[in-house]
């Protein structure tokens, strides 16, 4: 469920950092399994921030779901979507199951390697406008 709130740049600063940060921080030799563990986090998080500067929040067993779902409204095709999505499907098989071999998500990753990354980098992009908000302006929430 997406709930309408007050937008929080604080939150979505937060999540862009973390999201920006997790993509740094994966190194091209690491096992596929924590490659696509990590591009999944950082994937959502983005997503989390963009919802954030809109004044949007997800609740509810599909929250994940829907925080994809939600990049439709900034321009996400249905096919980048499906991929995200794909993602998560795959991140929940990891996470929860141990049922994707390294074979498996190595051949994933050559398969859609360049569109994993036009898509990350779309996100971000994106997500990058809680840069260019003035810190004093009245959207800005103000958290100690």
Partial sequence: MIRTQSPDLYRARSLYKNGVSTIEDIPRTARA????LNYYSAILDLALSIMAIDGRKVVGADHHKEAID?????GFTAQEISLLQNL?????????YGTKSEDELEGFFAFHKEAIELAITKVASIAKLCETVPRDSPAEKTRR
């Fill in 70 to 74: 939600y990049l439709s409204a900034k």
């Fill in 33 to 36: 399994r924590f490659r696509m």
């Fill in 88 to 96: 998560r499907f795959i991140r929940n098989d990891i996470q929860y």
